[in-house]
């Protein structure tokens, strides 16, 4: 009886084992249908419908320029923007924007310190300044940390609840939020850093009464600027940039 037990048993486990296999390679397929025909640096019919437009085609550097406002030095990249040597602090979209939500996703290289500007005005710098004292930075390092420097922090204003960043040569989707006073960094599906820019009343003071290295008072920063990628001196690529304007 023992034996027969065993063997039903491991008939079972067979079943069970085979209905397994059947369930992943029905997912697997279902997955690759859902991807299929999805290319990057186009919008789908549901995104243009929903308002998004596309500020990269993948082909071309319409719309972009460096920070001096001249033309890139470095060439699409494989379908991607990558703002090493482009020829200044960052590359810029031509127009500027007030309230939306930037959807983008990125990869960066082994080391690489990089990131993501937002309502950056003027384009000129202040004197001693470089222009990212213009804008609002959203990190993108190299680290496993989560502090003041790391991915998806509010770069030296708020840190992040975690580090949802993939490992680096691994690509990652961020969405970014400027909602009037608000600012809020979704990275890879995790809400991880909001900012309410009106508590922010003390030049070089975070509302807690700690230090920054900004003479900025974010209360009365700009809250309509340049979209910037920034070359912090190490490769790191862009795609499939989409924005949607929120508000008239």
Known sequence: MAGATSEGYSRSAARVNHAMMKLAVTCLFCILLVNEGKKDNELTPEEALAGWVLLFDGKKLDGWMTSAEKPSKTPVDDGCLNPYRSGDYMLVHREEHSDFVLSLDFKISKGCNSGIFVRTHPLAPRPGKDVGYNGIEIAIDDTTGSGFHDTGAIYDLVKPKKNAMKPAGEWNHISITCDRNIIEVELNGE???RM????????GKRPDGTDHKFDVAYRDHARKGYIGLQDH???CWFKNIKLKRLGK
Request: hydrophobic share 35%; glycine share 8%.
């Open 191 to 193: 809400k991880v850093t």
């Open 196 to 203: 309410d820019l009106d508590e922010w009343k003390v030049s």
């Open 233 to 235: 001196g190490a490769p």
